[in-house]
C-alpha cells in the first residue's frame, strides 16, 4: 500500500470536497504530490461521508479505487450484520440492541456530512467511541473469548463492524493491497483485536480451528470480470463448503445476491439454514443474508425470516407461511379507503398472507401485491396512500378519475400496460400530488386507483 506523503495529504485535505474529474484536469503537477493517489482518496471520501460516514470522520482512513468503494457495504448494513452475530451469541437476557450505535439512528447520522475534527486525536476518539460497544459488563461478558473469522475480507467494511463484538477477529484475504489497506484501516478504527492475514479463505479455513462465528462474502463476478448471481458460479462457492463451515463455526453468516430465491436458496443448503435476512435500504434490496447452523432436531426445521428495510423490520416462521403467495381467502372490504404498497424487503419476501394476517389489511389481487384496509394502518411496512377514487379503464371513468389532473406519481402492478404506457395514454406529466395506480383487482377487473400519499 502507497503511504500519503505530507505533499499529498495536504492537497487531500484542501480539495476534498470539489470535484474530482476537473481537479485531474486542472491541478497543478507540485513535486511530491501522487496525483492519482490522492484523487482516489478524495474520491473514497466523497462517497464515504454519505455510504460509511463513521468511517469519513477518522482522518486515518486510506481508501482503495472507485469500484471498491461502490461494491462495498454501507454503514447501515455493516451494522446489522454486526448485530445479527450479537443476537446469535448473546444469551437471551443479554441481548443486546445495535452494538455499534453511536447513540444516533443511521439515518439520522447519513443525513448530515460529517464534521472533521482540527485534531485528529479528537477524531480518532470519536471514531472509537461510534465503533464501541457498551461499557457496561454485560457488554464486556460478550466479547470475551469470542472469536470470529472474515474468510473474504474485501475493503473490510463489514469485518470492521463485526470485529467490535469478539476479542478475537481474523479477516482473511488473497491481495496483499487489500491486506496492507486492512491492516492500515483496523488500526485508525482502533480495532486491536483484529488480525490480517493474506492467503486463500479455504485454505485457511480447512487449517484453522473451530471459532465462534465465520462470515463470507462471495465474489460475485467470473473470470472475465463478468456478473455471476448463482452460489454455484460464485467464488467460493459456499454450498461446496457447507459442511465444513458447519464443523468449524458455531454459526456461518453468507451474504448473497437479492437477485436469488431465497426459497431454492433455503432448499439448496438442505436443512441448515436457521434465519432468512432480506436486507434493503432506501426501499431497494441490497442484501440477501443466510445465517447456517447445526440442525437442532432430527427433522430440518424452517428458517426464521427477518425483512429490513431500514427502520422498518418484521419477521416471522416461514414454516407457518408455506403459501405466501396464496390469495382468495379474504374478500375485499367495502369500504376501500386505504392502499398500502409494501417495502422492497416484503416484496422479495413474497409473506404476503402475513401482511394480510398481522396488519389487517386485503390482498387487491392475484400478484398485484398491493393491500387495501377501511381504516388507517400503524406502522405499516411500506407506503400509505389515502383513496380518492376508483374507476376502469373507459373513457368515462378516466375523465372522472382525472378530473383535470395534468400530473400524477404513476405505478402499475399485475397490469397490462407498463407505467410509461399508462402515462402516455393518459397524457399526464410526471410528478405533483396525485398517486395512480394501475393494477387488477379479485375478479380480474384492470382498475386505476387515484390517491394521496399518507
Not at 11 to 31: G, I, P, S
Amino acid at each position: 500500500m502507497t503511504i500519503m506523503n505530507d505533499e499529498t495529504r495536504e492537497f487531500v485535505a484542501m480539495h476534498r470536497n470539489e470535484d474530482v474529474r476537473e481537479l485531474a484536469l486542472k491541478a497543478k503537477r507540485v513535486e511530491g504530490l501522487d496525483l492519482p493517489l490522492a484523487l482516489d482518496q478524495i474520491a473514497g471520501w466523497q462517497i464515504a461521508r454519505k455510504k460509511l460516514p463513521q468511517w469519513a470522520s477518522c482522518e486515518g482512513i486510506v481508501y482503495p479505487p472507485h469500484i471498491s468503494m461502490e461494491q462495498c457495504s454501507s454503514q447501515f448494513t455493516a451494522q446489522y450484520k454486526s448485530e445479527i452475530a450479537q443476537t446469535l451469541l448473546a444469551p437471551a437476557a443479554t441481548v443486546r440492541a445495535r452494538v455499534s450505535d453511536s447513540g444516533e439512528s443511521d439515518n439520522q447520522t447519513t443525513k448530515s456530512e460529517p464534521q472533521l475534527s482540527d485534531s485528529a486525536e479528537s477524531v480518532m476518539q470519536t471514531a472509537k467511541s461510534a465503533f464501541q460497544l457498551s461499557d457496561s459488563p454485560e457488554s464486556d461478558t460478550l466479547v470475551a473469548k469470542r472469536a470470529m473469522v472474515d474468510l473474504t475480507g474485501g475493503f473490510g467494511v463489514d469485518f470492521s463492524y463485526l470485529a467490535r463484538g469478539f476479542s478475537q477477529a481474523t479477516y482473511v484475504e488473497r491481495q496483499r493491497h487489500l491486506c496492507d489497506l486492512a491492516e492500515h484501516n483496523m488500526a485508525a478504527l482502533g480495532l486491536d483485536q483484529a488480525r490480517i492475514v493474506c492467503g486463500d479463505g479455504v485454505e485457511y479455513l480447512r487449517q484453522m480451528g473451530p471459532v465462534d462465528f465465520i462470515y463470507l462474502d462471495p465474489a460475485r463476478r467470473d473470470e472475465h470480470g463478468s456478473r455471476t448471481y448463482a452460489i454455484e458460479d460464485c467464488t467460493p462457492n459456499v454450498l461446496e463448503l457447507r459442511d465444513l463451515l458447519l464443523a468449524k463455526s458455531q454459526y456461518t453468516l453468507v451474504k448473497l445476491s437479492p437477485m436469488l430465491d431465497w426459497r431454492k436458496v433455503v432448499a439448496d443448503f438442505d436443512g441448515t439454514v436457521r434465519e432468512v435476512h432480506i436486507v434493503a435500504t432506501g426501499n431497494e434490496c441490497k442484501e440477501l443474508l443466510l445465517v447456517l447452523g447445526q440442525q437442532v432436531h432430527e427433522e430440518p426445521s424452517a428458517p426464521r425470516v427477518f425483512c429490513v428495510n431500514d427502520n422498518q423490520r418484521i419477521d416471522y416462521d416461514s414454516a407457518a407461511y408455506t403459501q405466501g403467495l396464496r390469495i382468495g381467502g379474504k374478500p375485499l372490504p367495502e369500504a376501500k379507503n386505504y392502499l398500502y404498497e409494501p417495502n422492497a424487503s416484503i416484496m422479495k419476501a413474497g409473506c404476503f398472507d402475513l401482511v394480510e394476517e398481522r396488519f389487517g389489511v386485503t390482498q387487491v389481487g392475484p400478484s398485484s401485491h398491493l393491500f387495501v384496509s377501511a381504516t388507517p394502518v400503524a406502522d405499516f411496512p411500506g407506503r400509505g396512500f389515502a383513496i380518492e377514487a376508483i374507476g376502469g379503464m373507459n373513457k368515462k371513468d378516466i375523465k372522472r378519475l382525472l378530473n383535470g389532473t395534468k400530473q400524477a406519481n404513476i405505478a402499475v402492478r399485475n397490469f397490462p400496460l407498463t407505467a410509461p404506457q399508462l402515462r402516455k395514454k393518459l397524457k399526464l406529466a410526471d410528478g405533483g400530488p396525485v398517486y395512480l395506480f394501475g393494477t387488477t383487482m379479485q375478479g380480474c377487473d384492470h382498475v386505476l386507483l387515484r390517491t394521496s400519499k399518507i
